[in-house]
Nanobody
Framework: LVQVAESGGGKVQSGESLRLSCKAS????????MGWFRQAPGKERERVAI???????NYAGAVKGRFTIFKDNVETTLYLQMSAVEPEDTAMYYC????????????????WGQGTQVTVSS
């Protein structure tokens, strides 16, 4: 059974930092592509960042230079370090796990977490 669980969300002020975590179990962690997506109220889900099996990363333009995705294969945990957050970053953040980079870059993944809420106030 594959389980994906996010944590670390909360309420922060504009300009502050926050780190999200995603613990994945039931998969050979190092063999999967991992990603963060987000969905704000009234908007479609959007890709935030992806990291592939060799550590190569891809970021959405809106977060490039402010967010960093990284993972710990030993701890089977994915992270999203969010810096200089903005009110526009307010959303539910989801962790995604899949074998296919191409599928994830197009917004699809086999396994999803329940999400963690991030709220940024100005």
């Amino acid at each position: 059974l594959v389980q994906v669980a996010e944590s670390g969300g909360g309420k922060v002020q504009s300009g502050e930092s926050l780190r999200l975590s995603c613990k994945a179990s039931g998969v050979t962690f190092a063999n999967y592509v991992m990603g963060w997506f987000r969905q704000a109220p009234g908007k479609e889900r959007e890709r935030v960042a992806i990291i592939d099996t060799v550590g190569a990363t891809n970021y959405a333009g809106a977060v490039k230079g402010r967010f960093t995705i990284f993972k710990d294969n030993v701890e089977t945990t994915l992270y999203l370090q969010m810096s200089a957050v903005e009110p526009e970053d307010t959303a539910m953040y989801y962790c995604a796990v899949d074998r296919s980079y191409n599928m994830m870059i197009n917004g699809w993944a086999q396994h999803w977490g329940q999400g963690t809420q991030v709220t940024v106030s100005s």
